[in-house]
């Protein structure tokens, strides 16, 4: 009776040393998963003295490197989830940035169409997204949009997600696209006995940053063509 006195003790103890642990944890800020600058292998960053680089041109998606290199896009995945900083497919699309007096910063998206016997409007009209002064800042040399609420599928386990994303622009003119993702609303359990859970307490957010690297094609000091091969009456592409 006294060894199984003294082993509840000991369970009562290590539970609340667990407790307070996870308590410390939950405290010291949120768990962060990924980088929050561009991974190594994407090259240097353009620097400047003051502010951010200029991110001006047309880009290629799918990216060249980083997330969904080469359009590898899991079927029951959504790029750039919410639609930050811009809509994306999982087919060949232009991707404009522009930045324009004032602070503005308008980012657009086309689809490319290479088959002959395929008409698609979405090859000639541009989706947008326009992000005002008050609404990014310069962090570190990049453009970014601090997280905020959004409609997302994947709650990463948490039930909240707030989304936002940093622009950098690389050396080689490359644009690097980082999305940052916070999971809110997560818990955990003090301790568990015999399949049960003890006790609940509010665990920390989990931040996830992942990054894509876009080619450059164009300047993009002026819209560019639209890169659309239907041939009204071809039969094959």
């Known amino acids: 009776m006294e060894f199984h006195s003294m082993a509840l003790y000991r369970m009562a103890g290590c539970a609340a040393c667990a407790a307070l642990c996870l308590l410390l944890l939950a405290a010291c800020g949120n768990e962060v998963r990924g980088t929050p600058e561009p991974p190594a292998e994407f090259g240097a960053r353009e620097r400047s003295l003051v502010g951010c680089p200029s991110l001006q041109g047309v880009y290629a998606w799918p990216p060249v490197a980083g997330e ?8 029951n995945r959504t790029p750039w989830d919410g639609g930050l900083p811009v ?18 910063t308008v980012l657009r998206t086309r689809l490319v169409n290479r088959e002959r016997n395929v008409r698609n409007v979405l090859a000639r009209q541009w989706s947008l997204a326009t992000y005002g002064r008050s609404q990014v800042g310069c962090t570190s040399g990049m453009l970014e949009l ?6 997302a599928a994947n709650h990463y386990g948490g039930t909240g997600i707030r ?10 003119g490359a644009l690097a696209v980082g999305i940052h993702t916070l999971s809110t609303g997560h ?6 006995w015999g399949g049960q859970s003890y006790g609940s307490y509010k665990a920390a957010d989990v931040e996830y940053w992942s990054w894509s690297k876009l080619a450059l094609l164009e300047p993009g000091d002026k819209e560019p ?13």
């Open 187 to 192: 818990t955990g359990s003090f301790f568990s």
């Open 163 to 172: 989304r936002g994303f940093r622009l950098a622009r690389m050396k080689d």
């Open 225 to 237: 063509a639209p890169i659309d091969a239907y041939v009204p009456g071809a039969t094959a592409p």
């Open 146 to 151: 601090e997280p905020r609420d959004t409609h």
């Open 87 to 104: 809509p994306v497919h999982g087919r060949e699309m232009q991707i404009w940035v522009q930045q324009q007096a004032g602070g503005q």
């Open 68 to 75: 969904y290199a080469g359009g590898k896009i899991p079927s």
